[in-house]
């Protein structure tokens, strides 16, 4: 793989060069700065990717759904909330090269990472919440928060949801244009990863928000911080419903 695709894959994901991120996320405490690199991150790949140029090679498909792959079923064993939209970030965005290799318009690549970086940055700020009121962001340590938390339960469901491209929001459009411009067997691959995804999901959501859990005398989330997130995921899904007749 020729310098410039090097350059390029430690900002658009492949593995093992996405470590480089997902090592650096491990090493920042504050989850606003966590949010901000996982929003600026994918978007400086993109920008390097229209002004380097490069040739893609039909290989890098491939890698990016075994790089996606593996990042999926790596979620399926993660209980910390934060690695675990770090790692789903790495899954989703190494599925931007199926539109590189296309070669779609920049701002249709741009949405396209924008669309899943997003929702992930969205789940890191939640940790902040979670780990004043739990002690951590670790599913399992505190269940059944939907019982004395139902905003916070409420948000974070929301959010976890936003991630896995369930419509209405803009991710699950966005892969169904990828789909379209991908052969059977890709497709077949990319429906795979959305399937663990949403099981990875389901057992994230069950160390939280399900079953009876250990008292928490914790205040809820404040009506305000809901709303803003609310307010958020709410543009989400007029984006996406904006989508509803058509792809990207």
């Keep these: 793989m020729t310098l410039k695709l090097t350059l390029i894959a430690l900002f658009l994901p492949l593995f093992p060069l996405s470590m480089v991120q997902n090592l650096i996320l491990a090493r920042l405490r504050a989850p606003i700065v966590r949010a901000a690199l996982l929003l600026l991150w994918p978007q400086l790949g993109v920008a390097l990717l229209y002004t380097l140029q490069p040739q893609i090679p039909a290989f890098i498909v491939t890698w990016a759904l075994l790089s996606a792959g593996f990042y999926a079923l790596r979620l399926l064993t993660v209980r910390d909330l934060g690695l675990w939209a770090a790692f789903l970030a790495s899954s989703a965005l190494a599925l931007s090269w199926g539109l590189a290799v296309r070669g779609v318009d920049v701002t249709t690549l741009r949405l396209f990472v924008f669309w899943f970086s997003l929702p992930a940055a969205l789940l890191v700020l939640l940790t902040g919440p979670l780990v004043r009121r739990l002690g951590a962001a670790y599913a399992g340590l505190f269940t059944g928060i939907v019982e004395r938390q139902p905003r916070l339960a ?66 809820d989330l404040a009506k305000s911080s809901m709303l803003t997130y609310t307010a958020v995921l709410a543009v989400l899904v007029a984006v996406g419903l904006q989508f509803t007749g058509g792809g990207l």
Excluded at 162 to 172: D, E, L, W
Excluded at 205 to 215: D, I, M, T
């Design 154 to 219: 409420v948000v974070l469901t929301a959010v976890v949801l936003s991630t896995i491209a369930t419509p209405p929001f803009p991710g699950f459009f966005a892969l169904l244009d990828l789909l379209r411009g991908l052969g059977n067997a890709a497709a077949v691959g990319v429906l795979g990863v959305w399937l663990l995804w949403g099981w990875a999901a389901t057992r994230i959501l069950q160390g939280f928000v399900a079953g009876s859990g250990r008292e928490i005398v914790a205040p």
